[in-house]
């Protein structure tokens, strides 16, 4: 079936650094790619997401990247801070239905 | 305010004793899922709905039902819940497919 492959499991970073999220997705008619943050005991919430059309979205410190060809998108973060520390989930989703697939997250911790 | 809300949040039951979480949006959302979250594997979406009367499954169905009878509910049911069900569970919904879907608080389920 589909699957959405997410590394790495838990990555730790000195505060001020950048930190990248790599997925890989299995299912070629995903269209929809959005990164969620989960503080610990919360909920997930979204923070990033791009779309099939676009190769690169922006947003502060935060960034996207998409490569269809290769079924493979990225999180970027850059001047990392404490209250970066999460979990990261990276997910993939197509038209004709909300069947959504998530990778299995990461652990990101910011050392101050 | 605009929010998701399930109930009961937190529940201990025992193997074969049926049992139902509720979920409920005020945004008017057509879309909405369920997911049970377990370490190491990420977010799993259980079921979703794509509008009243319309429901599908999702990558890890056995063992539970989902029924969509007004736009802003959407409960999730085990019928003999078993110790394999002991999980985080979270409800979902979207405005549209495929976009940012707002979580609920989570229900935390042990199953003894």
């Known amino acids: 079936g589909e699957n959405v492959e997410q590394h790495p499991s838990t990555l730790s970073v000195q505060e001020g650094d950048s930190a990248v999220i790599k997925c890989t997705y299995s299912?070629?008619?995903?269209?929809?790619f959005p990164w969620y943050k989960q503080e610990l005991g919360k909920r997930p919430q979204l923070i990033i997401d791009?779309?099939?059309?676009?190769g690169e979205k922006k947003d502060q410190r935060i960034a996207v990247t998409l490569n269809k060809t290769a079924k493979h998108f990225s999180l970027h973060i850059t001047e990392t801070q404490p209250e970066d520390s999460a979990v990261y989930f990276c997910?993939?989703?197509?038209?004709?239905?909300?069947?959504?697939?998530f990778g299995a997250g990461t652990r990101l911790f910011v050392k101050a | 305010e605009a929010q998701v809300t399930q109930n009961p949040r937190y529940l201990i039951t025992v193997t074969g004793k049926k049992l139902t979480v509720t979920c409920s949006q005020n945004?008017?959302?057509?879309?909405m899922s369920w997911y049970r979250q377990d370490p190491g594997l990420g977010l799993r979406q259980i079921y979703y709905?794509?509008?009243?009367?319309?429901?599908d499954k999702g990558d890890v169905p056995e063992g539970y039902k989902v029924s969509r009878k007004e736009k802003r509910n959407f409960p999730l049911i085990l019928e003999s819940p078993s110790p394999n069900q002991t999980s985080l569970y979270f409800c979902?919904?979207?405005?549209?497919?495929?976009?940012?879907?707002?979580f609920g608080p989570g229900t935390r389920l042990t199953v003894t």
């Open positions: 791009i779309r099939s059309n676009v």
């Open positions: 299912d070629s008619a995903s269209n929809y």
């Open positions: 709905s794509m509008n009243v009367e319309v429901t």
């Open positions: 945004m008017n959302h057509e879309y």
């Open positions: 979902a919904s979207s405005v549209a497919e495929p976009y940012e879907q707002y």
């Open positions: 997910a993939a989703s197509g038209t004709g239905g909300f069947k959504t697939i």
